[in-house]
């Protein structure tokens, strides 16, 4: 089991870059997968960006080139660094954790706003 807590939403204006952080409650090494969702009022949750623990990476198309996914073990967090913002990203991000034998965990979400 893991608790998730999401931080570094805010307002900014197009073209403007964030870094989400993600801290979980306990060491992340060895989670079979770590990624950032993001949803829109109406609209289904997608898949932002992934990391497994071999530390492949997956990115939804729209966001290749402008985000990065990160961990730190040492921290036991989870970065995604976005840059160029759209106003097609503003969305509730969420972070979201894969444990082998145990499920799958969501953090409570932080919300991204780009608007100028």
């Known amino acids: 089991q893991v608790q998730l807590v999401e931080s570094g939403g805010g307002l900014v204006q197009p073209g403007g870059s964030l870094r989400l952080s993600c801290a979980a409650s306990?060491?992340?090494?060895?989670?079979?997968?770590m990624a950032w969702y993001r949803q829109v009022l109406g609209k289904q949750r997608e898949l932002v960006a992934q990391?497994?623990?071999?530390?492949?990476?997956h990115y939804l198309d729209s966001v290749k080139g402008r985000f990065t996914i990160s961990r730190d073990y040492d921290k036991n967090a989870v970065y995604l660094q976005m840059n160029s913002l759209e106003p097609e990203d503003t969305a509730v991000y969420y972070c979201?954790?894969?444990?082998?034998?145990?499920?799958?965990?969501w953090g409570q979400g932080t919300q991204v706003t780009v608007s100028s």
């Open positions: 979201n954790a894969q444990i082998t034998g145990l499920g799958e965990y």
């Open positions: 990391i497994n623990s071999g530390g492949n990476t």
């Open positions: 306990r060491s992340i090494f060895g989670i079979r997968a």
